[in-house]
């Protein structure tokens, strides 16, 4: 496993003035951890402040919102960004979950300060506190449209709410534990959710129906993915014909990252298992790189590569530290992570 180079999250704020200083360190599995600083002494002239590190570790190219750091004795490097742009009045505590609508002009998010809130993108405005769940809420994201927005909460209830006026207009119920995860299959017409019951469940927003349970397994379900699949995979046949209240679910794979450290694949329309991947630990989140490669995280932070086409084993397991992979986003030619630490 590679080393891992890291400087504490808010470093960008503690290098803003003189003499500011920010902690670093450098991990290495079965070594000890390599402890050290970096310090602004000042600013050049063309007003990029000057930075140096302690002993062991070496400033590479600064910016006025980059800092390169390398540790030679592991032979590692890293890249790190200040953040564009920082919102700290939207919640009181941790951000559990958030989304940005398709335009770009609006963020959703929940926080374990009890809260949803919809919000400017721009900068950070509240424009309107979604209130109806009872208990926490895990889960918001935004329909295609921008205009609408999903949550589930441990209340059970899986909720639809409009952006523009706060109003809840369809609720759904029929799990019976907390729901963890949701997605939106196509333009909105169905979308699915899954949770702590150890179901995945797909729902009609037209009728406010539940229009059948995907998967039991036995086991809470942490997270879900919805993508087209590779056309040479056999995704089964459906036991009966699918209700005409179904949109888009012919084609497409759902992915199940379940707590008993399986990942699996099913069918959307067939309701029929793909295939059945065990990892080391729980799974808690996945996505789709492409119709035939998909990622899924687990709580002892590996991130596995997988082929749809043939799980037997990963492509690769990528392992940066062991704080669990809390979720996963496809960006550009790669992915970001998000983990506990």
């Not at 062991?56 to 790190?80: A, D, M, Q, Y």
């Not at 809130?117 to 721009?122: L, M, P, R």
């Not at 523009?164 to 207009?169: F, I, L, N, P, T």
């Not at 029929?174 to 949701?182: A, P, R, S, W, Y």
Request: one cysteine or more; glycine letters at 12%.
């Amino acid at each position: 496993m590679a080393a891992t180079l890291r400087i504490q999250s808010d470093w960008s704020r503690a290098l803003s003035r003189d003499e500011g200083e920010a902690w670093l360190s450098c991990r290495s599995p079965g070594k000890p951890t390599l402890y050290g600083s970096v310090t602004r002494r000042g600013l050049h002239s063309d007003g990029v402040p000057d930075i140096a590190a302690s002993e062991g570790f070496v400033v590479g190219e600064v910016t006025k919102k980059s800092i390169l750091i390398s540790c030679p004795h592991e032979n590692v490097s890293t890249k790190f960004l200040a953040p564009y742009t920082s919102f700290c009045r939207i919640h009181q505590k941790s951000i559990t979950c958030l989304d940005i609508s398709s335009g770009g002009g609006l963020g959703v998010s929940t926080s374990t300060d009890g809260t949803m809130k919809i919000w400017q993108a721009a900068n950070g405005e509240i424009r309107r506190l979604l209130e109806g769940h009872v208990y926490d809420v895990n889960c918001c994201r935004f329909f295609p449209s921008g205009l609408v927005v999903l949550s589930g909460g441990m209340d059970a209830q899986l909720k639809i709410w409009s952006a523009e006026d706060a109003s809840c207009v369809v609720t759904f119920k029929g799990h019976k534990g907390g729901i963890l995860d949701t997605a939106i299959v196509d333009r909105g017409r169905n979308v699915l959710s899954c949770s702590r019951d150890g179901t995945a469940r797909l729902w009609d927003c037209g009728k406010s129906a539940c229009l059948g349970v995907l998967a039991d397994c036995g086991s809470p379900v942490n997270g879900i993915a919805v993508g087209t699949a590779d056309s040479s995979l056999n995704l089964g046949t459906p036991e009966k014909p699918p209700s005409e209240r179904e949109v888009g679910t012919e084609g497409k794979i759902l992915l199940l990252a379940r707590e008993d450290k399986k990942l699996q694949g099913v069918g959307l329309q067939s309701r029929q298992p793909v295939f059945l991947f065990i990892g080391s630990d729980a799974f808690n989140c996945c996505t789709f790189l492409s119709s035939t490669y998909i990622l899924a995280g687990t709580q002892d932070g590996n991130i596995y590569q997988l082929d749809v086409r043939n799980t037997t084993a990963p492509i690769q397991v990528i392992h940066r530290s062991g704080a669990p992979v809390l979720s996963l986003l496809p960006y550009r030619d790669g992915f970001i992570a998000s983990q506990g630490n």
